[in-house]
């Protein structure tokens, strides 16, 4: 084997690492979220030492930082990947449908919404705010133009609409139905995108 392709296997190996981690994280914030989470609680989970762990973050701050950052990178993804023919109101009721199919399946509670100092922190990130500005122009876009084809109120301002939208996908109501209710995830879903869209009217 070649120096460059041990190279290149050792970089393989250190972002499949790398994946598991984060992996580890998001399992571990969905249950105890990020007061109770610790170093130890990722390491331990993945069988790994905690200098390993250091080795690739240095602090849990900026191992959350960095799964909030593949949470977005991940909405992002999928944003770009819905078909041109996709109206906009389309693209917004599609990523929520993503968004909240991700939590059902244990991803990661929207951290910001949980405490001022989780706020903070991540305020101090300058890759995730960077990542959440951008996320958020594109969504406002959406809104604005799904307005302007009638799909979405106009008589409501844009801020509202977006605003309320990032409150669905944050929505405690998605856990309680999966406890407690005899719903399946594609129910709970179904009946999350027409409260977003369509109210609680008949």
């Given at each position: 084997?070649?120096?460059?392709?041990?190279?290149?296997?050792?970089?393989?190996?250190?972002?499949?690492?790398?994946?598991?981690?984060?992996?580890?994280?998001?399992?571990?914030?969905?249950?105890?979220?990020?007061?109770?989470?610790?170093?130890?609680?990722?390491?331990?989970?993945?069988?790994?030492?905690?200098?390993?762990?250091?080795?690739?973050?240095?602090?849990?701050?900026?191992?959350?930082?960095?799964?909030?950052i593949r949470?977005?990178?991940?909405?992002?993804?999928?944003?770009?990947?819905?078909?041109?023919?996709?109206?906009?109101?389309?693209?917004?009721?599609?990523?929520?449908?993503?968004?909240?199919?991700?939590?059902?399946?244990?991803?990661?509670?929207?951290?910001?919404?949980?405490?001022?100092?989780?706020?903070?922190?991540?305020?101090?990130?300058?890759?995730?705010?960077?990542?959440?500005?951008?996320?958020?122009?594109?969504?406002?876009?959406?809104?604005?133009?799904?307005?302007?084809?009638?799909?979405?109120?106009?008589?409501?301002?844009?801020?509202?609409?977006?605003?309320?939208?990032?409150?669905?996908?944050?929505?405690?109501?998605?856990?309680?139905?999966?406890?407690f209710s005899?719903?399946?995830?594609?129910?709970?879903?179904?009946?999350?995108?027409?409260?977003?869209?369509?109210?609680?009217?008949?």
């Amino acid at each position: 084997m070649s120096i460059f392709s041990k190279l290149k296997f050792k970089d393989q190996a250190f972002r499949l690492r790398e994946d598991a981690i984060l992996d580890a994280t998001t399992s571990i914030l969905a249950t105890k979220g990020f007061d109770l989470m610790t170093m130890d609680d990722v390491a331990n989970l993945i069988g790994i030492s905690k200098p390993s762990l250091y080795k690739h973050f240095k602090s849990k701050e900026e191992l959350v930082g960095a799964a909030m950052i593949r949470l977005l990178d991940g909405a992002s993804e999928q944003l770009a990947a819905f078909p041109e023919t996709f109206s906009a109101k389309d693209k917004l009721s599609a990523l929520l449908e993503w968004a909240l199919r991700v939590r059902l399946d244990g991803g990661l509670p929207f951290l910001p919404s949980t405490s001022n100092a989780v706020r903070e922190m991540l305020m101090r990130n300058l890759k995730y705010v960077g990542r959440v500005i951008k996320l958020n122009s594109q969504l406002e876009k959406l809104v604005i133009a799904a307005q302007k084809n009638g799909d979405l109120s106009s008589k409501l301002s844009s801020d509202v609409i977006l605003f309320s939208y990032y409150a669905r996908s944050c929505d405690p109501a998605v856990e309680y139905l999966q406890r407690f209710s005899k719903m399946d995830t594609d129910s709970i879903v179904e009946n999350m995108l027409r409260v977003c869209f369509q109210g609680l009217e008949d």
